[in-house]
């Protein structure tokens, strides 16, 4: 029953360590980028209001994303546990996120913030832009998320802490590495894979 939140700026590192600590905890990794990113690709409602944020690397409305959340959470898998990449990323998603969650009379366990020096995000984020080919990850819109990051997700850091929930990782090194300093200190919490 491990219920835990990866914050971090655009190329942290979250999607990758979201995927394999999903496997070790036998929880569901949610993503609300890659939620987007299915909805835009398959011409849904929500995807053609999100195109155009996602594409000048703006958030998309809390609105939208919290009811996307909100729902997605009331599904069966996620009922023991989840790991949330790339939400709350506004101090309403945090609102709503409480909201969410004492209304399932459940609460966090921990926040593991992702942290990684501004040369090497912008230089992951231009080797995924051409590995990948996502259409945000042109280097106007590198450097707008990462201002966007700065100026409305950063400040939850502090939110969370004052809660004495974050653990906070160096994102730097192999793959590996960083999740293994994630599972010690998750470990060190308590929360181990059979918690
Ligand atoms: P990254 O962390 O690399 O910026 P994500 O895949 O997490 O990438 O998100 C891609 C885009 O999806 C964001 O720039 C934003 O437009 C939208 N998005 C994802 N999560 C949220 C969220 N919680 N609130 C608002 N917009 C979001």
Same mark, same amino acid.
């Given at each position: 029953m491990t219920r835990l939140l990866l914050i971090g700026p655009p190329g942290a590192g979250k999607g990758t360590q979201a995927a394999l600590l999903s496997q070790h905890f036998g929880i569901p990794a949610i993503s609300t980028g890659d939620i987007f990113r299915y909805n835009v690709k398959n011409q849904t409602? /929500?995807?053609?209001? *999100?195109?155009?944020?996602? #594409?000048?690397?703006? $958030?998309v409305p809390d609105s939208l994303t919290n009811s996307l959340v909100r729902d997605r959470l009331s599904h069966d898998d996620a009922l023991g546990g989840f790991l949330l990449d790339g939400y709350p990323r506004t101090i309403d998603q945090v609102h709503e996120l409480d909201s969410i969650l004492s209304d399932a009379g459940k609460r966090l366990d921990v926040v593991v913030q992702l942290t990684a020096d501004s040369e090497e995000l912008v230089r992951r984020l231009a080797h995924r832009a051409e590995v990948e080919g996502r259409a945000d990850d042109t280097p106007d819109v590198i450097r707008r998320r990462l201002e966007v990051y700065e100026s409305q997700t950063a400040p939850? &850091? #502090? +939110? $969370?802490? *004052?809660?004495?929930? +974050?653990?906070?990782?160096?994102? /730097?090194?192999? &793959?590996? #590495?960083?999740?293994?300093? &994630? +599972?010690?200190? /998750? #470990?060190a919490r308590g929360l181990t894979k059979d918690a």
């Open positions: 409602p /929500l995807g053609v209001e *999100a195109k155009g944020f996602m #594409d000048r690397g703006e $958030y939850l &850091i #502090d +939110v $969370y802490a *004052a809660r004495g929930l +974050v653990a906070m990782i160096d994102g /730097l090194g192999e &793959i590996a #590495d960083v999740t293994a300093r &994630i +599972v010690e200190a /998750l #470990d």
